[in-house]
């Protein structure tokens, strides 16, 4: 194939993209060109389905530091494991991509995007999403796309398509929204507590961008898409379904009937192992492939019956399998201060769904440094999401987080960063760990909620309380159902995973995963609706625990105060080689950290020692003016003078013949180490050098004397 370009705007930035040239041997590749930002998206597919109960899809978002002209930090001097920021990306785009393949699709398919060059303003995530579906689009891989995706800010009230780094800033929306060009499929956002409408408006605003770029890609598919390969899509008999329907769907429909969630289980898991024992004997005398696929199609019948029954129960016959209503949520507590040595923490529970939460305060300095290739380089508000195997009563492994633990936490804080108070009002680096003990759907919404409750009770000032909840969908095509506070199985046999995190006055986060190809305008209106209502009951719960943030910190927290001091004097305080910043650290044991702009933090448990420390930096950083006057110390003796502290590292010298008023032949005939002193500064030279004479000051005590004496005479 020759090179194709095609070529197109979007959000005001050309838009560009390379077919036929890169990448050949992949299925499909396509390299995205947006601004001066570029991404090769390359797309694999194996020749036989795999044996697995799911579709092996996988997204690669590789970042290359060459992008934006840095060679990696550390040792090894090249890229490692994948960023925090990759790895969310690769979430983003996994997400509106893999329910537009087929169901029973097991072939397995790689994505894999390579950013290779950044422009800040033309985000490389969006291009790569665009890359992904283009790249599946053209191949030969059966894909019922194309998607695309875009961000969405609003600025003044006005909605900015794939806003630049300096409208996001003033921006109070930040919206990565994907979708076909008929509905929306994934959401991801944050935002300043603003209200259900303005959202909607955002998402709309957003999807009508998406159609533009969606007949762009299918313009590319007429020109260059290649044939869709023969597949073969995992069937069941459908005999041998209504049969195993017809004997197990009563018993199955009690199962899920149970109201507590370890006994439904159970429960459930019975009726699935009584149908494969009805089929173990003639699988048991059938031959090896054929009894392999024949056990395969019952496991998979009984796991259908179960997502059967529960999706008519609900869209039918409006029943949930744990017996609340439709918008009902499950019983809710709360509790703070259960770690007496932590700085704050926040214990929260609804239903079978809780997350401890801990909050730690640290100094400015102890900031996350970020290496990527955003423009974020350090962030002082860190939200982490732990899910041990314990909390839904299951071993497994243990080890670092993975992308759903990563994904949950940067969820959390998005949430929760809109209310985090400014660096001048709360100079503390604030680090949330949830720890979810027990879990039977959105635990993620669950650790918003605790992290709120921990963020009070270390008395973080924060601007409002912020609560989450999961709404959930099912839909047969004709009728839905919308779900407020989603249990684990409404989530796993469901269509739609809604999490709305906010304030009384708005919305801070938002997350939308469906496994359909879309929802309307008219369910996420409903389903935005629904969602404020619960957390309305929410946030009356957390505000019932606690009302507002404790007026003092925890005696275990540090103790932080702000000074500043004019970056010109910066170098005094830090010394040569870091010797006079050390010292003071070494005679405080106060943590001390400067920016560039002179703002310096200052942090202990004891108070006393903050005070001392700040009091040796203020005379540090002294101005001195000629006509001042200061009490010092004699530290040292010469032939010619005597040198006198008059400030912390600011000594001058008071020549022998500005010692006293009349002529002395040695300075120890007046003056001694250690003697304090009262002088005037007189001259400071251009090197910076300090004269000082105490014979002025005896001179104004002669004139005062003088002054009070005529005064008695009159």
Known sequence: ???????????????????????????????????????????????????ADFFPLTINYEEKMYAIGKIPGGFIKREGRPSTDATLTARLIDRPIRPMFAEGFRNEVQVTNTVMSVEQDCSPAMAAMLGSSLALTISDIPFDGPIAGVEVGRVNGEYILNPTVEQNEQSDIDLTVAGTDDAINMVESGAKEVTE??????????????????????????????????????????????????AYYQTMKTAVLTEEKLAREDEIEHVKTAVKEAYAEQIAELEDETATYLAQEVDQIAEDLEKDVVRELITIDKIRPDGRKVDEIRSLSSEVGLLPRSHGSGLFTRGQTQALSVCTLAPLGEHQVIDGLGVEESKRFIHHYNFPKFSVGATGRAGSPGRREIGHGALGERALSQIIPSEETFPYTIRLVAEVLESNGSSSQASICAGTLALMDAGVPIKAPVAGIAMGLVSDGENYTILTDIQGMEDHLGDMDFKVAGTKDGITALQMDIKIQGIT????????????????????????????????????????????????????????????INGIIDETGVKIDIDQEGNVSLASSDAEMIQKAASIIKDLTKEIKVGEVYTGKVVRIEKFGAFVNIAKGKDGLVHISQIANER???????????????????????????????????????????????????
């Open 1 to 51: 194939m020759t090179k194709q370009v095609f070529e197109t705007t979007w959000g005001g930035r050309s838009l560009q993209v390379e077919v036929g040239q890169l990448a050949k041997q992949a299925n499909g590749a396509v390299l995205v060109r947006y601004g001066e930002t570029v991404v090769l998206s390359a797309v694999v597919a194996s020749k036989e389905a795999k044996g």
């Open 521 to 580: 305008e008219q369910i996420l209106r409903e389903a935005l609706a629904q969602a404020k209502q619960a957390r309305m009951e929410i946030l009356q719960e957390l505000t019932t625990t606690i009302a507002q943030p404790r007026e003092e910190l925890s005696d275990y927290a540090p103790k932080i105060e702000m000074i500043s001091i004019d970056p010109e004097k910066i170098k005094d305080v830090i010394g040569k080689g870091g010797d006079v």
């Open 664 to 714: 002395i032949n040695k300075v120890e005939d007046v003056l001694h180490v250690g003697d304090e002193v009262l002088v005037k500064v007189t001259e400071i030279d251009k090197q910076g050098r300090i004269n000082l004479s105490r014979k002025a000051m005896l001179k104004d005590e002669e004139s005062d004397d003088k002054s009070e004496s005529n005064n008695a005479k009159k």
């Open 197 to 246: 409408a303005d959202m909607l408006g955002a998402l709309m605003f957003g999807h009508s961008a998406i159609q533009e770029i969606v007949a762009f890609e299918e313009e590319v598919k007429a020109s260059c898409g290649k044939e869709k390969m023969d597949i073969s899509l995992l069937q069941v008999d459908e005999e041998l379904q209504k049969a195993i329907y017809d």
